[in-house]
């Protein structure tokens, strides 16, 4: 009998592997719910429940929201990353905080095993193979689900069988939920072709009237909405979730390189996350100059792929949070936003550090800071070196 400490939601995998680890394979299984945001107390507890019922020696919820903002979320928020300019890395982000907290756990528990549910087809198997090797180096890692090949009715067909009692009909559809989005899987993602159904998105549509609301940034993290402070960043983005996602903002479906080499599509909800880091962005064109907006999208760029392919842990990763860190301290204001059915307006932003200040000019109107004639002069040397290239050639033709 091996002890092992199984990465479990709840969900259709896990339960299984649950199942399967202790009563075809004898293991004294240890579930542990990494929380990274997204389950109320509720949720919370019927999940604990169902583990309990499937036999396993013991459930441990580790609470890891506030690191996950603190080590992960802020600088996707300063980055203002979005893979393939779509996916705000809902899940592969805190996919790599749940892998950390798991490994550290199995350590302190003194656990020979690690089990978690991916596929042999995805990302997550990657990320959570690679955290465990380096930070777990001398324990094992199971992976029913990848080695078993298992399709998701084939998982269902087995709990059937021994009388596990769940939501299968809504089991049919892989749901991660997480403070930054919640991913959804299904038969259509598996298409190029076919869209998410009504009913497989968490959030029902329940908001129709335009409302606007007013989101405070200082130096770049969310702290305030609609003149309300927060303390913690988590609570306002929390609060920001639950005005806007009902409206049906923030669904889409991504489409990208997985780390294995071949394409895949998943459907996401992630409302909160997609305002912030647009409404983020238009306060930072108005307050970053040009070259340090080109070079913080140079970074987020590596800093938001690295990321999705699980090499949290590279010492790079640490650089380039120092980075883009330093660029945030003008990035302090409110932006105004319009909330409407599937979709979001940005209608301005107000900053004591905006660069777009009328005391210097106006675009289009007037300049205060120049004349004509040094417009002249500059436009002349800025355009020499092409002048000088076009009257060469034409000289020699």
């Known amino acids: 009998m091996k002890k092992v400490v199984l990465a479990y939601s709840g969900g259709l995998d896990t339960t299984f592997c649950a199942l399967h680890l202790s009563k075809d394979l004898g293991h004294e299984v240890h579930a542990v719910l990494v929380n990274t945001g997204g389950f109320s107390a509720q949720e919370l507890q019927d999940i604990e429940q169902r583990a309990h019922a499937l036999g396993v020696a013991s459930f441990r919820i580790l609470d890891v929201v506030q690191d996950y903002y603190q080590s992960v979320i802020r600088y996707l928020v300063y980055g203002n990353v979005l893979k393939n300019d779509t996916y705000p890395l809902s899940v592969s982000a805190e996919r790599i905080v749940q892998a950390k907290s798991i490994a550290e756990y199995a350590i302190s528990i003194g656990a020979q095993a690690v089990a978690h549910g991916s596929t042999g087809a995805g990302n997550?198997?990657?990320?959570?193979?690679?955290?465990?090797?380096?930070?777990?180096?001398?324990?094992?890692?199971?992976?029913?689900?990848?080695?078993?090949?298992?399709?998701?009715?084939?998982?269902?067909?087995?709990?059937?069988?021994?009388?596990?009692?769940?939501?299968?009909?809504?089991?049919?559809?892989?749901?991660?939920?997480?403070?930054?989005?919640?991913?959804?899987?299904?038969?259509?993602?598996?298409?190029?072709?076919?869209?998410?159904?009504?009913?497989?998105?968490?959030?029902?549509?329940?908001?129709?009237?335009?409302?606007?609301?007013?989101?405070?940034?200082?130096?770049?993290?969310?702290?305030?909405?609609?003149?309300?402070?927060?303390?913690?960043?988590?609570?306002?983005?929390?609060?920001?979730?639950?005005?806007?996602?009902?409206?049906?903002?923030?669904?889409?479906?991504?489409?990208?390189?997985t780390i294995i080499g071949i394409k895949g599509r998943v459907g996401f909800e992630a409302a909160a996350p997609l305002i912030i880091i647009k409404a983020h962005q238009l306060l930072e064109k108005h307050t970053l100059t040009k070259w340090q907006a080109y070079w913080k999208k140079q970074v987020a760029e590596f800093y938001g792929n690295h990321l999705h392919e699980g090499h949290f842990l590279d010492p790079v990763m640490r650089n380039f949070e120092t980075f883009l860190e330093s660029t945030q301290e003008q990035v302090s204001g409110e932006v105004r936003i319009l909330l409407q059915p599937y979709r979001f307006t940005l209608l301005g932003i107000t900053s004591d550090h905006d660069l777009m200040s009328a005391k210097f000019g106006s675009y289009g109107e007037m300049n205060k800071g120049y004349t004509g004639e040094d417009v002249k002069g500059f436009t002349r040397i800025l355009g020499n070196q092409t002048a000088i290239f076009h009257k060469v050639k034409n000289s020699n033709e």
Do not use: C
């Open 124 to 257: 997550d198997q990657v990320r959570f193979d690679m955290i465990f090797q380096i930070l777990a180096p001398e324990v094992e890692i199971i992976t029913p689900i990848r080695d078993l090949k298992l399709s998701r009715q084939e998982e269902i067909d087995y709990l059937k069988k021994h009388g596990v009692s769940m939501n299968f009909e809504k089991a049919a559809y892989s749901v991660n939920k997480g403070i930054w989005g919640t991913s959804v899987g299904g038969k259509e993602t598996l298409t190029s072709s076919d869209f998410l159904p009504e009913s497989a998105w968490p959030t029902p549509v329940t908001e129709n009237e335009p409302k606007e609301v007013k989101l405070t940034f200082v130096q770049g993290q969310i702290k305030g909405i609609d003149g309300v402070s927060y303390s913690s960043s988590v609570d306002a983005i929390l609060k920001l979730q639950s005005l806007a996602a009902p409206y049906g903002i923030g669904r889409d479906i991504h489409v990208g390189d």
